[in-house]
């Protein structure tokens, strides 16, 4: 249970992949940055490989890999004043139900802090109703907190919880025109590739290829794609097309002002002339620093793509037009209510989540949580939820995953990460490209 009377705050980050881990692991510090941060890495098929975490950068005193029931040990026995859950909607709302089991009856325990880690394009009512029951929901804009309180009112469930702030990895010098940030350079576009979006070869062969195409058009440019994972690697979101093995099979290699890169997105922005993507929130980085940004509309603009949240930028364009000399202009009313303050104000966007936090920290008790879902309120949904986390559908651990015993080293040794990533690329193997072989088959 938690102290309160020592002077840092001690707070425990849960995150299932890379940039989860960097959207808690920099929220825990948005909140209040003199805190002890106990991070924990949901042992799955994203948990992030030590490169990855080296590539997003956010720190902890502590770090480790753990199994979700072990998670709500570890958290039920040590005194933490704030836990915040970074995980997939699933993953917080069986977090949240075996961390009510644990603190029944307690007279204090931690204030637990959830969110998501981006532009929230679908799965809206979904995800919403797996993080309700935590004391804060963070909607990273003033369009997402409408609304996140329109669906818990919708259901009848208390809005509370919800708190607007923004996304906490926005930031980096802002773009002061061509050949103005840092070293000097050649003009740089960045396309920032997906994991998942869009799904079909065709389409991210287009882009490839499009964005190829854009260098050879404009010799005087460099063009950057800009990576996610290396092949075996992943994200918040399955790649099954990885755009390294579809270069690799191009007819001809790309121009020498053409390569694939990785690394950490913010060092990419610094160098950045115009960002491009479908709908990744590094789209949202670039605009808050004031780098002309495209989201393309290609492939259309369509729900399954994510561009539609775009809808009213100004940023909306084609490869056509950029390889013209197109450069857009966000619309500025866009921007204020997507939370990225591109004119400054970018602190004090966590105000109100620094007060709730506070004021919930240091109340005398808190209510027990409770989630929406519950046994009675969706009994054919819940317990299966639960289940994938070793817990029962009333948050108890179940006896097949409480009995084996507990990891109890640091975050995986190099020696074992190879041995481990091998496993798990056998495992993503099967799961990704035979299994739906297997299905597809199974329909002839």
């Known amino acids: ?167 906490p990895f926005l930031g980096g010098d802002r773009y002061r025109g061509e050949g103005t940030t840092g070293t000097p350079h050649p003009y740089t576009v960045v396309f920032a590739a997906q994991p998942s979006v869009p799904e079909s070869r065709a389409d991210r062969t287009y882009l490839l290829r499009r964005a190829v195409e854009h260098a050879r058009k404009h010799p005087d440019r460099e063009v950057l794609i800009k990576l996610r994972s290396k092949p075996g690697e992943h994200t918040t979101h399955i790649e099954e097309l990885p755009y390294q093995k579809l270069a690799a099979k191009a007819p001809g290699p790309p121009p020498a002002n053409c390569r694939l890169v990785y690394g950490n997105m913010g060092e990419v922005l610094d160098r950045t002339d115009l960002m491009v993507t479908v709908s990744s929130t590094a789209a949202l980085e670039s605009l808050h620093r004031g780098i002309p940004t495209a989201v393309l509309t290609d492939l259309g603009i369509r729900e399954v793509l994510g561009n539609h949240h775009f809808l009213g930028s100004g940023c909306l364009a084609s490869w056509d037009e950029l390889d013209a000399g197109h450069r857009p202009e966000p619309d500025a009313d866009w921007l204020a209510r997507q939370g990225v303050a591109a004119e400054g104000d970018y602190e004090r966007a966590f105000d109100a989540a620094r007060a709730r936090v506070t004021a919930l920290r240091t109340a005398d008790r808190l209510p027990p949580i409770a989630p929406y879902y519950t046994p009675r309120t969706a009994p054919g949904y819940l317990p299966g939820i639960l289940a994938r986390h070793g817990l029962d559908a009333h948050g108890e651990p179940i006896a097949g995953y409480a009995d084996a015993p507990e990891e109890t080293g640091g975050l995986r040794r190099v020696a074992r990460e190879t041995v481990r990533e091998a496993a798990r690329g056998a495992y993503r193997h099967g799961v990704q490209r035979v299994a739906p072989a297997i299905r597809r088959w199974g329909q002839l």
């Open 1 to 167: 249970m938690p102290s309160r009377t020592h002077s840092s705050p001690r707070v425990a980050v849960l995150a299932d992949s890379d940039t989860r881990w960097k959207w808690g692991a920099l929220t825990a510090y948005r909140i209040q940055s003199d805190i002890r941060l106990d991070g924990y890495l949901l042992r799955g098929r994203a948990t992030p490989t030590v490169r990855q975490l080296h590539e997003v950068g956010a720190r902890a005193d502590a770090l480790r890999e753990i199994r979700g029931v072990d998670f709500v040990r570890s958290v039920d026995r040590t005194r933490y004043d704030v836990v915040v859950l970074a995980c997939v909607g699933g993953a917080v709302q069986a977090m949240l139900h075996g961390l009510a089991r644990a603190w029944r009856g307690a007279q204090t325990r931690p204030v637990v802090v959830t969110g998501y880690v981006g532009v929230v394009y679908e799965k809206l009512a979904d995800g919403l109703l797996l993080r309700h029951g935590a004391d804060v929901v963070l909607a990273n804009s003033r369009h997402d907190a409408d609304r996140f309180r329109e669906v818990y009112r919708g259901v009848g469930a208390d809005d509370g919880s919800v708190v607007e702030c923004a996304l």
